[in-house]
């Protein structure tokens, strides 16, 4: 029994080794090849801001949708702004009255007939409704939201005929005409790492590898990583990238 089992065991092993794989070879998709340093990557847009309300109030005029595209100064957004047009007609008069009576204090005042404590009134009083009457405009052109730059709309927060409050965010815009890349890579390599050294980008949304360049480093290293983030732009802008996507960096590093 014994050299039963003694020959039992080399052949359990034969056949273990038979059964397992061989370690599969690693694909390069990017064909950048082996041996240089891949950073995680992602396009983000160079300019994007949320943009919240700046009074209470209905929304009457909401026609954008996710995804559609606008010029800069484009209405975005438009309010019910029938009560701030009362008010501003209101404070207009106001203005209108204020004036005639501190006009007509000045004729006085000039033939001794008026106090200067009235005549400082009344100049107080118009300076009073000329303030309100400002006001109220401010509030009126508040009542429309246009684009401060051109983009595409990236979320929307409300809905046509919804009542926001002040500060409610209203929509996400981006512009995905200036898109760049955004790494964080080894401190490290700022000894070689400048704005104008060239790499390349792998988009995996695509699987285009794209030439790229940086173009700036954080003002800052994060200490306990060691890392810095840095950025950079893709040399020929093509069309089918968007915000988000996500990929891989490769640099050549100096030996």
């Known amino acids: 029994m ?5 020959f039992a065991y080399p052949l359990a092993a034969a056949l273990l080794t038979a059964a397992v794989p061989a370690p599969a070879q690693m694909s390069d998709p990017s064909g950048l090849g082996s041996g240089v340093p891949e950073i995680r990557a992602q396009i983000s847009p160079r300019r994007s801001t949320m943009l919240a309300s700046e009074l209470p ?27 701030h047009r009362a008010r501003l007609n209101k404070a207009t008069a106001q203005q209108q009255a204020a004036r005639k009576a501190y006009e007509v204090n000045s004729r006085l005042d000039k033939l001794g007939s008026v106090s200067t404590l009235e005549l400082e009134a009344a100049a107080a009083q118009l300076s009073a409704a ?10 009126v052109e508040r ?11 990236a979320e929307m927060k409300v809905r046509r ?8 965010e209203l929509l996400e815009i981006l512009d995905d005409h200036d898109l760049e890349v955004e790494m964080i890579v080894p401190s490290r390599w700022l000894v070689w790492l400048t704005p104008g050294n060239k790499f390349k980008v ?20 994060d200490p306990v990583s060691q890392s810095i983030k840095v950025f ?5 802008r093509p069309g089918e990238l968007l915000a988000g996507m996500s990929g891989r960096a490769v640099f050549a590093v100096p030996n």
């Not at 000329?130 to 509030?139: D, F, K, N, P």
């Not at 009542?143 to 709309?153: K, Q």
Request: hydrophobic share 35%.
């Open 2 to 6: 014994r050299k039963v089992r003694w």
């Open 57 to 83: 109030g209905k929304i009457d005029d909401l026609t954008m949708r996710e995804g559609d595209r606008f010029k800069e100064g484009q209405k975005l957004v438009g309010f019910d702004c029938a009560p």
């Open 130 to 139: 000329e303030a309100e009457t400002a006001m109220t405009r401010i509030m």
């Open 143 to 153: 009542c429309v939201v246009t684009a401060p730059f051109p983009g595409r709309v």
């Open 161 to 168: 005929y919804e009542y926001v409050s002040e500060g409610k």
């Open 202 to 221: 792998l988009i995996e949304e695509t699987g285009k590898t794209f030439d790229a360049e940086v173009t700036r480093l954080s003002a800052r290293i």
């Open 232 to 236: 950079g732009k893709v040399a020929s």
